[in-house]
């Protein structure tokens, strides 16, 4: 359920509305991707977020299961040296979006939160955004 192609888009969390307006709506936009997980065993991931032109992240993260819980993706995600990521890393934590019983042509997704762990091009650590993710599969 989780290995695969999934596309990834987080959003600054500014309540203002936008009105209508696209620019104000584009602009929240904190980053976009795609993630493609792997799950070398149930409890584990791996993968990548490549962003295009070279911004690529390489995951690592954790599949948490609980009998009164829902699935938790606990991953963190680090910059390559030698590329514009160089230095990055960033922590996600997200959980399948809920599964409609009678939704129609329902995507799964997966729904969370990223921090900036680290700083880099001027940017301070702990910038927080929301993220969906919509699997291609």
């Excluded at 963190?76 to 990055?88: I, K, L, S, V």
């Excluded at 997200?94 to 995507?107: E, F, K, L, T």
Aim: charged share 15%; hydrophobic share 40%.
């Amino acid at each position: 359920m989780i290995a695969g192609l999934w596309t990834y888009r987080s959003y600054l969390n500014d309540p203002a509305l936008v009105d209508g307006d696209p620019a104000k709506a584009l602009a929240l936009i904190f980053g976009e991707g795609v993630f493609s997980f792997e799950t070398p065993t149930p409890e584990t991931l791996t993968g990548t977020l490549d962003m295009g032109g070279g911004y690529v992240l390489d995951l690592e993260g954790q599949v948490a299961t609980s009998a009164d819980e829902p699935v938790v993706l606990i991953i963190n995600g680090y910059g390559r040296d030698g590329t514009p990521t160089a230095g990055w890393e960033y922590d996600y934590h997200c959980w399948p979006g809920y599964a409609w019983p009678d939704g129609v042509d329902q995507v799964p997704s997966l729904v969370g939160t990223v921090v900036r762990a680290k700083p880099h091009n001027g940017e301070p650590a702990g910038v927080v955004a929301s993220f969906i993710a919509v699997s291609q599969s």
